[in-house]
């Protein structure tokens, strides 16, 4: 699986921010949803089922919609980054979402109940839709969001100590630590050209 | 991302498996047999009571949909995995929608048409068996469109010979005013890197391979020449299509390159123009076509007028290798497997290189020529005579087209196949006779498969870094004693890239140090390649992630290592002033 994941984009470039991107772009593409949710009268019966209001069920379904577009996003890192194809990954994973989630946790979570008919049809839509827009709002949500190429390149592990073998700064570790050290640049006002270069 | 996808091939793919599923299926439906009706089940969905003038049309849009869904799937993550033929490929595929649509669309179809807004499910009704006759139409419904969408979704790079490129979608957005550099100075040591612009005909001659298409470099050259501005190379090498502007004898299409042309000229990193690039225009044919020296040289000449400011120049992009992949290993364009051609190739190419270095000055006289070659080397691996004759052989041979344009005798065993080939003495002659142009810079290129071991069956395999650029590029400077630039490197493993990028830096400066007269150093490329992995052999559309930036156009952390080397390195002294470079310039 992680070979796959690998090689289908998990390695997020530097200077990108994945999860931060996902959250936001799923929160922003929860806003389709829930209107076709409305539309469908599917949100009445998910409120129905889960025995809460619809507010309590939108609310409850923000946080989870945006840690959705989180973990989206960073598994599918590059290719979530494809302005062409970005919003069929979206799409896909909507797809998977609903298979695992509206289909399978939601009967589960409430002793068997499952939205049937036009709701049904309306759960389906609301959470591809999802997907499709999570897909596509994200290429545009995460362009603001990268760190500076100026910033990121004076890191010191993409600098002359990359070239001892086992220091690549693709490793999780060193792009854990070249964020971190360029937001902490950041918060500390230290971007001038001597940041993070080996003295 | 692992793939380019041909997204107008996966709509019509998508959508031609599901109308012929349909086709299929609504005869034998219309006939009576009770086959699960797919169309009906999602058109009644949106019209539970109309006739089927209201649902067919419904149902068979939203099964198209779905189907181009699939395909687009299809072709990020499976086309191209197996070598099966496409309709195989297709075929394969098409177990997963089956069963997806066997354990869970289908059962949740029918929920859905249950007049019940809230339904109690237990594991019984859940997974509710189907019907044999369901099972049968899925299965034969979900194999012919397997079959039919395969056999369209194929190729996704490239185009048909004599064709332009399929329409890119995004236009290129406007430079950004903020990154603008000023020209290079004529003093400095060159920091490059280069815009992939590969384009051999593969399948003999039948389909064409266009780097520049496949990384979406048309429709983004603003967006690529600005990130090189971001990374801070002072120069890009670029390689105009030369079969989508040299169109006929005398015709050329400039409108595509005018507008990039002056920006790079206007703006920046200065352009090392590379005029032929494993390729040739259709109407010329291949590499085995000794009309293409006055061809190419007219072109070379006609670019020199319309470009006046243009004074870096590579004429042909490492000639060894086209004639190799051409002639020798049967890949690209006349895709021939034997020595006669090979030479033939060479000896076409080497002839026309020097032809439009010539035609080149006499436009443009202080233009400056960068020979960039691939830089080999091959290790025999045991005593065995015969191994050690095939190294020997291989190791002249990577030599011949640069003895032949910079007048350097070829060894004896490659003299007396020459000879033996039909090149006579006078014509040999003319070329060691010949006075190389003073501004000619030895390019030398090195990849991690570059150097080779003969194996004890006589087979050349990859070693990796044995030896090193220093070692290779030192035996191209003992042999031709020439000024030479590093002028393409990188690694495939991404993750490794940024140490490979500062090894070869480190291989740079210790050859500058021991005297060699080095002018410049190049990543090679600004963004990630297509099928280079296969050596562009095929269409399969796989990414070769080996950029300063990824096909998004998001920085790799290579791209980053590069822009620390060079703000490092390039305010330094001896790189600030680049004695050779000032010497040949000046």
Redesign the interface.
Known sequence: MAGFLSAHGFDPGPTQRPWLAGAISGLLATLPAIALLWAFGSLRVEAQILGISQLQTIGAGLPLMAAGGGVYSRLFGRAANDIRGGWMFGMAFGFALWAGGAVMVLPLASGGLAPAGKPAVGVFCAVVLWGAALGALIPFVHRPLHEDIETGAKHRSVGPSAAVAGSAPNSPQAATALRSSTRSNRSQGKNSASAGRPK | ??RV?A?RKAVLAGAAGAIAWEAALRIAISAGLPFFDIVRELGT?VFPSSGPLFWWPVGLAAHASVGF?WI??YG??FWGRFKLPPVLQGLLFAVLPLT?ATL?AVP?VR????????????AQR?FEPLSWWTLAGLLIGHAIFGATAGSIYSRPVGYRSGHEPPPA??TARRPHRGVTRKPHDGRSFMFTTGIECSYPTIENGRWRRDQMAATRHYSRWRDDFERAR??GVSHIRYGPPLHLVFTAPGRYSWDIIDEPMRELCEIGPEPIVDLCHFGLPEWLGNFQNAELVSALSEYASAFAARYPQVRLYTPINEMYVCAKNSALHGLWNEQLRNEGAFLTAALNLANASIAMSDSILKARPDALFINSESSEFCQPCCPDPKIQEIADLENDRRFLPLDLIYAHPVSDRIRKRLRDHGLSDGDYDRFMNRKVPRRSVLGVDYYEWNEKLIDSRGNPQALGELFGWYVIATQYWQRYNRVMMHTETNRMD??????W???QW?NVQLLRSAGVPIIGFTWYSLTDQVDWDIGISKALGVIFPVGLF???R????V???Y??LI??FGSQPEYKRCGPLEEMLG
Request: hydrophobic content about 50%; aromatic content about 12%; glycine content about 4%.
């Open positions: 991302m692992l996808v997204f969905l869904l687009v799937f990020y993550f997806l869970l949740q929920l859905m048409h249950l007049h019940a807004r809230i339904v109690h499910l237990d859940l979608g995004r971001e990374i991404a993750a490794d890239a940024p140490r990028l500062w090894r480190h990824d096909l998004n998001d920085p790799r952390a791209g980053l290592s822009k620390y703000d490092t």
